[in-house]
């Protein structure tokens, strides 16, 4: 079946602007996860989203990072007025069951270059 | 808070076996995962391990020590394919089931 999907693939823009990343999770899967690896960095949690649960944005690395998750669904990733240091990464995770302690099936991600 | 630590490169030759380690710091455990991931590439799941223990699977073998907090990934049997960076996570109880913690990885070269 269809795995997890992430668009763009790749992403340049300039310092200041806003951009959007989007996730279609695996059907059926009601965990995601949003992570960002920075070059020769580990991955690090960004944002989980649960069910109908209120998410934990705790990864978050400032307030011009925000993320949805529509209809239970697709998810997007928004980071406004980019800066040089957002570059990474962004990488979307799903599961079938809720919390970490289960198998994560990862997207191929998209690669944000902010110039 | 969690803590990961784990080689930046190792180096093998094809057909030999190499043993990746990693140890971790945290209040609360509830699991280690092994992911794999080629270059430009997503991470695929290898393995999980709660217990302690020896998990195999294949040419893959993984072992947990929640005593010493301390796990291995055990790769033989070397292909060249299996060049690529391994990534040790752990995940927590609570807020930190939430997530995974992961180290910075281990860059594996396989040389023929």
């Known amino acids: 079946g269809a795995g997890v999907s992430q668009s763009p693939s790749n992403k340049v823009t300039e310092k200041g602007k806003d951009v959007e990343l989007r996730c279609d999770p695996i059907s059926g899967h009601t965990a995601l996860y949003w992570y960002r690896q920075s070059l020769g960095q580990g991955l690090e949690f960004l944002i989980y989203?649960?069910?109908?649960?209120?998410?934990?944005k705790s990864g978050l690395p400032s307030d011009r990072f925000s993320a949805e998750r529509t209809g239970g669904s697709v998810s997007t990733l928004t980071i406004q007025r980019t800066q040089q240091e957002d570059s990474a990464v962004y990488l979307c995770a799903s599961s079938s069951r809720d919390r970490a302690s289960y198998e994560q099936y990862f997207g191929p991600g998209t690669r944000l270059t902010v110039t | 808070g969690q803590n990961i630590d784990q080689p930046t490169e190792m180096t093998a030759t094809e057909g030999a076996i190499v043993q990746i380690n990693c140890t971790y710091q945290t209040s609360g455990f509830n699991g280690l995962f092994w992911y794999q991931q080629h270059a430009g590439e997503a991470p695929t799941f290898l393995s999980y391990n709660v217990l302690d223990g020896l998990e195999e699977k294949g040419r893959f073998s993984s072992f947990l020590s929640r005593s010493k907090g301390y796990s291995y990934l055990l790769l033989k049997e070397l292909q060249m394919k299996d060049s690529a960076s391994y990534l040790c996570?752990?995940?927590?109880?609570?807020?930190?089931?939430?997530?995974?913690?992961f180290g910075g990885g281990t860059r594996v070269l396989v040389k023929p």
């Open positions: 996570a752990v995940t927590g109880w609570g807020a930190a089931g939430n997530k995974l913690t």
């Open positions: 989203f649960q069910g109908n649960s209120a998410p934990d």
